[in-house]
């Protein structure tokens, strides 16, 4: 059972213009694989518009895999951190034949916090990156080579100005397919380019435009201006 997936959407496949080869792990989200969910801080449109089946997501083997690779981590999360090193190491020398830097997003459909086991720190030569929903892991001592970016949504709204006055980055997904300039005065900047935040400012709002069912969204999760 393979774990990672590399350049496998034409989002994280645009990383490789600026220098980087991208591997996310996909995990079944919320409690599709299982209880407890592992989108703890998740919200109703959230859950409601997740991006798991969009692209290879609409397939059911491509379901299937994630519920399998979910129910492996959570029988085993030490075998499984093993299973993922090896992976992670072969993403290094690929990356390394190609003349690209190695990048590692742990939480493609997922929000766990990988900061708190070894992995990241075993690969200090690895640009890991995430989104997250916990506004309390923007703050966690995290490892040097790992950037988080806060996901906004109808239920962590409060969040968005603290963590933007803190110099943080914050995920907003707008509605329609023209993103405003400012959102809350800060500078919003175009977050479907590519999937590299860690090649962002700070202290910056990252405009995503709502895709799939995020389009119909009716929660507050998808901002309309």
Same mark, same amino acid.
């Given at each position: 059972?393979?774990l990672l997936? &590399?350049?496998?959407? #034409?989002?994280?496949?645009?990383?490789?213009?600026?220098?980087?080869?991208?591997? !996310?792990?996909?995990?079944a989200p919320?409690?599709?694989?299982?209880?407890p969910?592992?989108?703890?801080f998740a919200?109703p449109?959230?859950?409601?518009?997740c991006?798991n089946? @969009?692209?290879?997501?609409?397939?059911?083997s491509?379901q299937?895999?994630? !519920?399998?690779?979910?129910?492996?981590?959570?029988?085993?999360p030490?075998?499984?951190v093993r299973?993922?090193?090896?992976e992670?190491?072969?993403?290094?020398?690929?990356?390394?034949?190609? =003349?690209?830097?190695?990048a590692?997003?742990?939480? =493609?459909?997922?929000? !766990?916090?990988?900061?708190?086991? $070894?992995?990241?720190?075993?690969? $200090?030569?690895?640009?890991?990156?995430d989104?997250? +929903?916990? $506004?309390?892991r923007?703050? #966690?001592?995290l /490892?040097?080579n790992?950037?988080?970016?806060f996901?906004?949504?109808? +239920?962590n709204d409060?969040?968005?100005? /603290?963590?933007?006055r803190?110099? +943080?980055?914050?995920a907003v997904v707008? @509605?329609g397919k023209?993103l405003?300039t400012?959102?809350?005065?800060?500078?919003?900047?175009?977050g479907?380019?590519?999937d590299?935040?860690f090649?962002?400012?700070?202290? &910056? &709002?990252?405009?995503?435009?709502?895709?799939?069912k @995020?389009?119909?969204?009716t929660?507050?999760f998808?901002v309309?201006?």
């Amino acid at each position: 059972m393979t774990l990672l997936s &590399v350049n496998a959407d #034409a989002k994280t496949s645009k990383g490789q213009v600026y220098g980087y080869l991208t591997g !996310i792990l996909y995990l079944a989200p919320h409690t599709l694989g299982g209880k407890p969910s592992i989108c703890p801080f998740a919200s109703p449109g959230c859950i409601k518009a997740c991006l798991n089946t @969009a692209g290879r997501g609409v397939f059911s083997s491509t379901q299937q895999a994630r !519920i399998r690779r979910t129910k492996a981590w959570r029988a085993d999360p030490t075998d499984f951190v093993r299973r993922l090193a090896v992976e992670i190491r072969a993403l290094e020398k690929r990356a390394k034949r190609m =003349g690209l830097k190695p990048a590692v997003r742990l939480n =493609g459909t997922s929000d !766990i916090a990988w900061e708190l086991t $070894p992995i990241i720190r075993l690969f $200090p030569g690895v640009q890991f990156y995430d989104y997250t +929903k916990d $506004p309390s892991r923007m703050f #966690a001592d995290l /490892p040097a080579n790992y950037h988080l970016t806060f996901s906004r949504s109808e +239920k962590n709204d409060a969040d968005v100005l /603290p963590l933007l006055r803190a110099y +943080k980055q914050v995920a907003v997904v707008f @509605a329609g397919k023209t993103l405003p300039t400012l959102y809350r005065g800060y500078r919003v900047i175009d977050g479907d380019r590519h999937d590299a935040r860690f090649l962002d400012l700070c202290n &910056v &709002v990252i405009g995503l435009r709502a895709k799939g069912k @995020a389009k119909h969204d009716t929660t507050g999760f998808v901002v309309r201006t």
